[in-house]
């Protein structure tokens, strides 16, 4: 199975806000609301920032937000600060009863 | 709070078996929940490696299901993973985690554990 496909990098200033895109296919991402986000600051393990395409766990910030659109699922930072600066990734559950990540994507604020 | 510890060897030697050892807290591994392995070689992302449900069903990755086994010690609250015939390419650190209700997301996660394999 190949990993779904994030862009290598975004970036934006404080108080600006980025999309973050998780391109999959109607095998994962198009056909399951099971679609969920990471945030991974450098040496630390994952924390679940989004799951079921736009909830928030409790205690994540409301400028986090998740949405999908066919194949492909979005996270958008709005309002953002140099604490948010890390690795994201996608994830989804695909018709093979199994879970797929994307390939990350590095978030820098200016 | 559910909070899980890997173990094992930090290093293994090519052609052997990596071991890890998952113990969970906060949460028993009866419950409605998978339990799964992520690993990320240095300087990479994230790849998914598999899950398994207390009752011994498991679903592992396509690309490592010929090398991988995982199990469940209910009576210690802990669940591992094996992966044999490791190369350099199996070098990673290795998360485990919680996947709730299965088929699902990853919400509580290992400090993970960095597994080196080499000679």
């Known amino acids: 199975q190949s990993a779904l496909t994030q862009p290598p990098s975004v970036s934006g200033s404080p108080g600006q806000s980025v999309t973050i895109s998780c391109i999959g296919s109607s095998s994962d991402v198009g056909n399951y609301n099971r679609v969920s986000w990471y945030q991974q600051p450098p040496g630390t393990a994952p924390k679940l920032m989004i799951y079921d395409v736009s909830y928030r766990p409790s205690g994540v910030p409301d400028r986090f937000s998740g949405s999908k659109s066919g194949n492909t699922a979005s996270l958008t930072i709005s309002g953002l600060q140099a604490e948010d600066e890390a690795d994201y990734y996608c994830s989804s559950y695909t018709s093979s009863s199994t879970m797929m990540f994307g390939g990350g994507t590095k978030l820098t604020v200016l | 709070q559910v909070q899980l510890q890997e173990s094992g060897p930090g290093l293994v030697k090519p052609s052997g078996t990596l071991s890890l050892t998952c113990a969970v807290s906060?949460?028993?591994?009866?419950?409605?929940?998978?339990w799964g392995w992520i690993r990320q070689p240095p300087g990479k992302g994230l790849e998914w490696v598999g899950y398994?449900?207390?009752?011994?069903?498991?679903y592992y990755n396509p690309s490592l299901m010929s090398r991988v086994t995982m199990s469940i010690d209910t009576s210690k609250n802990q669940f591992s993973l094996r992966v044999t015939s490791v190369s350099a390419l199996d070098t990673a650190v290795y998360y485990c985690a919680r996947n709730y209700g299965g088929n699902s997301y990853f919400d509580f996660w290992g400090q993970g554990t960095l597994v080196t394999v080499s000679s």
């Open positions: 398994i449900h207390y009752s011994g069903s498991t």
């Open positions: 906060g949460d028993s591994i009866r419950s409605s929940h998978w």
